[in-house]
């Protein structure tokens, strides 16, 4: 009897709460009914401080676009990693956080086991086709006893999830619109990172994936 098997990766169904590993959760679609409005957000804080491509200290530019908002912002240059206070590129502060950022971030950590979740950043990536992150860890936060939650919106992506030491294969797991990780516990000073986005369109984000990593930088 002919057994038909699924052509893609199956993807598990909104609403379920999935262990990566210690201390890492997927929700799928956690962020589905929110989107429309953190894509709204998002346009409202490029509007302030633009997105731009980072150089990191080795001289290198990045391929993915960055902004942020909240009391802080991440930022790097030739002088290194850091976050700041005022956003170097526009001489003003970061654009505040919005209340709805902040709920979100605070029910997806809620829903993972991290209560009184209480970030002050928010870095917002945005990937167009062929654009990636390399291999990385997320090492100038002061708390890292913290989760990271993170939210993708748009186009889909292979992140790649790796172990404690930059030599541990990666896990590929793919991420679509609509999905929040939360990434706490033994599971935060992981390596991680995305693969070339491929070329698609997006009803509401268009020919762009973004990111929202929300964290408690000090
Ligand atoms: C796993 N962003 O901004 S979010 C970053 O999709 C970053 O834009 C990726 O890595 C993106 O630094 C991935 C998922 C993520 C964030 C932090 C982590 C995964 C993590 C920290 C530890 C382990
Ligand atoms: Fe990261």
């Given amino acids: 009897m002919a057994v ?4 893609f990766e199956s993807i598990a ?3 379920t709460r999935e262990p990566l590993a210690p201390g890492a959760w997927l929700l799928r679609g956690f962020a589905l ?3 429309a409005g953190l894509l709204a957000e998002i ?3 490029a509007s302030s401080s633009p997105f731009r491509n980072l150089v990191t200290p080795g001289g290198k530019t990045m391929s993915v676009a960055m902004t942020n908002c909240g009391a802080v912002g991440w930022f790097s240059d ?3 990693y850091r976050y700041t206070e005022i956003d170097p590129e526009t001489g003003r502060p970061w654009p505040a956080m919005p209340g709805s950022f902040m709920k979100h971030a605070h029910d997806a950590a809620s829903a993972a086991g991290f209560e009184n979740y209480a970030p002050d950043v928010c870095l917002i990536n945005r990937y167009e086709p062929g654009t990636r992150l390399t291999l ?3 090492h100038d936060e002061r708390d890292r006893r913290a989760p990271i939650v993170s939210v993708s919106l748009g186009l889909p992506a292979t992140f790649l999830f790796g172990g404690l030491a930059r030599k541990d294969a990666p ?3 793919p991420l679509v619109h609509g999905d929040v990780v939360v990434w706490g516990g033994p599971s935060r000073m992981r390596y991680h990172g995305v693969l070339p986005v491929k070329a698609g369109e997006h009803p509401l984000a268009g020919a762009r994936r973004y990111n929202l990593t929300f964290r408690v930088a000090r």
């Fill in 4 to 7: 038909s098997l699924p052509l």
């Fill in 13 to 15: 169904p909104t609403g």
């Fill in 33 to 35: 009914d929110a989107a």
């Fill in 43 to 45: 346009e409202r804080i």
């Fill in 78 to 80: 030739r002088r290194g």
């Fill in 136 to 138: 990385h860890r997320d």
């Fill in 171 to 173: 896990r590929r797991v």
